[in-house]
T-cell receptor, first 114, second 115 residues
């Protein structure tokens, strides 16, 4: 089966870097995603990484993937108060017959304080 | 371009009453998802549609939940009768295609409270 785990909370000071971690169990994961959810809103895709990549950088965001340890991380540089939200790690796996089922972690609540 | 639209945004009902949620996906998106999000949890897939066809409904409690997507566009999720444990946020999402890369666009959700 598949399972995605994240730490529940992270508190950082404005201007510092934030690192949110995620572990997954299914080695057949194809794509891994980071979504952001602000209060009262749906999830918004921030970035993704294909399973044959080790790293992906997109402006202030850096995604690192360690397939051996099944560990995914999201680094936010120069964290701002507007980055305060819940961040979800997600994976898609091939369930059967080309059906790719998304599985989400419980989310990490990022709190940015001045 | 309009995003995924859901209504109502909030619904409060008494247990054993029926309730329905509506979703309008992004124009042209063939794939539509309904998720359940409990407090402090990530979304859990209830049902996935490819056009009009429900291709994955294994997590949908079929004794009380039903869904439809007539004409392959809008979708409705119904609960009858509602139970206290159904209090949650119901999210609708859509995406443009199949395959492993699957960016889903989420609506704001319907927050259901069952009293």
């Amino acid at each position: 089966g598949e399972d995605v785990e994240q730490s529940l909370f992270l508190s950082v000071r404005e201007g510092d870097s934030s690192v949110i971690n995620c572990t997954y169990t299914d080695s057949s994961s194809t794509y891994l995603y980071w979504y952001k959810q602000e209060p009262g809103a749906g999830l918004q895709l921030l970035t993704y990484i294909f399973s044959n990549m080790d790293m992906k950088q997109d402006q202030r965001l850096t995604v690192l993937l360690n397939k051996k340890d099944k560990h995914l991380s999201l680094r936010i540089a120069d964290t701002q108060t507007g980055d305060s939200a819940i961040y979800f790690c997600a994976e898609t796996i091939d369930a059967s017959g080309g059906s790719y089922i998304p599985t989400f972690g419980r989310g990490t609540s990022l709190i940015v304080h001045p | 371009e309009a995003g995924v639209v859901q209504s109502p945004r909030y619904k409060i009902i008494e247990k054993k009453q029926p309730v329905a949620f509506w979703c309008n996906p992004i124009s042209g998106h063939n794939t539509l998802y309904w998720y359940l999000q409990n407090l402090g949890q990530g979304p859990e897939l209830l049902i996935r549609y490819e056009n009009e066809e429900a291709v994955d409904d294994s997590q949908l409690p079929k004794d009380r939940f039903s869904a439809e997507r007539l004409k392959g566009v809008d979708s409705t999720l119904k609960i009858q009768p509602a139970e206290l444990g159904d209090s949650a946020v119901y999210l609708c999402a859509s995406s443009s295609g199949e395959g492993p890369y699957n960016e889903q666009f989420f609506g704001p959700g319907t927050r259901l409270t069952v009293l």
